[in-house]
T-cell receptor
Framework: NAGVTQTPKFRILKIGQSMTLQCAQD?????MYWYRQDPGMGLKLIYY???????DKGEVPNGYNVSRSTTEDFPLRLELAAPSQTSVYFC??????????????FGPGTRLLVL | EDQVTQSPEALRLQEGESSSLNCSYT??????LFWYRQDPGKGPEFLFT???AGEEKEKERLKATLTKKESFLHITAPKPEDSATYLC????????????FGAGTRLFVKA
């Protein structure tokens, strides 16, 4: 199993450009999450999904969009990139909550720089 | 408002010098408290889940404990390879499946 994979690893965007951060998991997890991590700060939840076709906003959703057409994939779309979106983005997945199964597996992250 | 505060921000230890990391939380009905380890340039790696006050879990040199207001991550006789950032996070019963993370404690263990 590859676990949670993310592409690209690093990207530089110009202000106003758009891009999609890709995330895929091969563990058949229903729950998937997108976080951003700024230096010296905790992870902030952007969006999450409880299954294919179902998504919901987290703490900091402005400027982002998501879709979940399959169990495996959960792409994050940035429209009109702004310098405030410079961050490291992590995708995570987890199985149905409850008991010892409630753990999130994280991808390696995508480092985004908006100039 | 649900909140997680970790202390200290950074901790420097000599190899073999035991210590504890603190995670204080405010949440409306704790569903679960999680500890993660994060190495530089990598995603967080799951360590423990705690669900109720009094619960304890151990893994090698690490032991996590939970009270109604805080959790401790005890590190016994640390080694240089334990150097990392340790993240604490909580989920509330009323928060859907949103996870609130603390800023982390950066641990440096010198040989």
């Amino acid at each position: 199993n590859a676990g949670v994979t993310q592409t690209p690893k690093f990207r530089i965007l110009k202000i106003g450009q758009s891009m999609t951060l890709q995330c895929a998991q091969d563990m058949n997890h229903n729950y998937m999450y997108w976080y951003r991590q700024d230096p010296g700060m905790g992870l902030k939840l952007i969006y999450y999904s409880v299954g294919a076709g179902i998504t919901d906003k987290g703490e900091v959703p402005n400027g982002y969009n998501v879709s979940r057409s399959t169990t495996e994939d959960f792409p994050l779309r940035l429209e009109l990139a702004a310098p405030s979106q410079t961050s490291v983005y992590f995708c995570a997945s987890s199985s149905v909550p409850g008991g010892s199964q409630e753990t999130q597996y994280f991808g390696p992250g995508t480092r985004l720089l908006v100039l | 408002e649900d909140q997680v505060t970790q202390s200290p921000e950074a901790l420097r230890l000599q190899e073999g010098e035991s210590s504890s990391l603190n995670c204080s939380y405010t949440v409306s009905g704790l569903r679960g408290l999680f500890w993660y380890r994060q190495d530089p340039g990598k995603g967080p790696e799951f360590l423990f889940t705690l669900y109720s006050a009094g619960e304890e879990k151990e893994k090698e040199r690490l032991k996590a404990t939970l009270t109604k207001k805080e959790s401790f991550l005890h590190i016994t006789a640390p080694k240089p390879e334990d150097s990392a950032t340790y993240l604490c996070a909580v989920q509330a019963h009323t928060g859907g499946f949103k996870t609130i993370f603390g800023a982390g404690t950066r641990l440096f263990v010198k040989a």
